[in-house]
């Protein structure tokens, strides 16, 4: 039997409500017990007892459920070249992640079961973090005709999007919605009206007229989210809004779910760190779809996170390598890498007094399990000992070199901050650990 012994922690678990000071004793990978601390524990040496468990001191740190990043991109099959399922996984233990749910706009798409199947086999013999795909919802992303809905839940999706593209088709998305519901499948919208997006490389206003680049209005987002939402109270059925970026959308989505419709939503941190200023000196790495946005933008984002409007923060790392990224900025790949820098960003909002931790924690772990209907998930006796420790005063700079991820498109780089992932446990196996 393995023991271990979590000493000393500041736990925080909104699922369990704790928030305060707790041992954890996991064995054979499973949370044991979850306990008030009980001082020095006595040395089991002559009492012919079990042996001394391994002891990992946890006092400093904060200890919570394990990370759950619900919008990932891995890139295998067909782009391994960018990131490969074992790099991902890797990238994801080291940014405190326990589960990554991967996103279908894969070569081939993972609109069918053999793709599925490939993915899990591949997390599998990684062996790092759980590995949740997400199937398309359309055929090939193609957004003409709906994929097997019941195939990808058989085969293990949690799931359906056809994320990287929107559902231009409001019918098909109507279907969508219906289809899904009978196999228990949340749908994930990516929300943009291509008509409006066009040939738009950033954010529309005056930074895109200076830079002479073609923009991309907030309306290129609000109208799909008005449309999704005008679909989601057609069919009823459970719609997640993904990387949500303009301040009219969260307004949208605010109203919306007063109104009681089944709809959640996310943002990434860039949305809320970064405005369209961070393309200024045609930062590629800062190019991302939808674009980065204005402080207003960023303000309304920031606040909707702390109101409960935007349920959780996922990463969207889309890993992209120099020959997509190192080449004039309207040729450039959309899309930036955030596994490693998603925690720590994060953790600004508690730093600025914006959020309290316990929320971070439920937007970062419990709320995307609650809204993909993930089982076993909070520090609960007879759940899988997914967790993670944060050292929240750990000061260091940002250094792509260290990072895990195959690829090394961030905005990011050399950003001094406070407070990251030390240790990162899946099922009681140390995936992570800082040296
Ligand atoms: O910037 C983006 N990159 N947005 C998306 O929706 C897709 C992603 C990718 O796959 O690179």
Known sequence: MTSILIKGGHVIDPETGMDGLFDIVVENGTIKKVEKPKGKRKSAKGKGKSPQPELIDASGRIVTPGLIDMHVHLREPGHEYKETVETGCLAAAHGGFTTICCMPNTDPVNDNQSVTDYILKKAGMAGTVRVRPVGAISRGLCGEGLADFGELKAAGVVALSDDGNPVMNAQLMRRALEYSKGFDLLVIAHCEDRDLTADGVMNEGTTATR??????????????????????????????????????????????????????????????????????????????????????????????????????????????????KDVEFDQAANGLIGLETSLSLSLQLVEKGLIDLNTLVAKMSINPARILNLTHVGLKPGNPADLTIIDPEKKFTIDVNTFRSKSRNTPFNGWNLKGKAVLTMVGGKIVFQED
């Open 211 to 324: 830079l002479g680049l073609p923009g991309i209005p907030n309306a290129g987002e609000t109208v799909m989210v008005a449309r999704d939402i005008g679909l989601c109270e057609l069919t009823d059925s459970p719609l997640h809004i993904a990387h949500v970026s303009a301040e009219g959308s969260v307004q949208l989505i605010r109203d919306a779910k007063a109104r009681g419709l089944p709809i959640t939503a996310e943002t990434a941190p860039h949305y809320f760190s970064l405005t369209e200023g961070a393309v200024m000196d045609y930062n590629t790495n800062a190019k991302v779809h939808p674009p980065l946005r204005t402080a207003k933008d960023t303000d309304a984002i920031r606040l909707a996170i702390a109101d409960g409007t935007i349920d959780v923060i996922a990463s969207d790392h889309a890993p992209h390598t120099s020959i997509e």
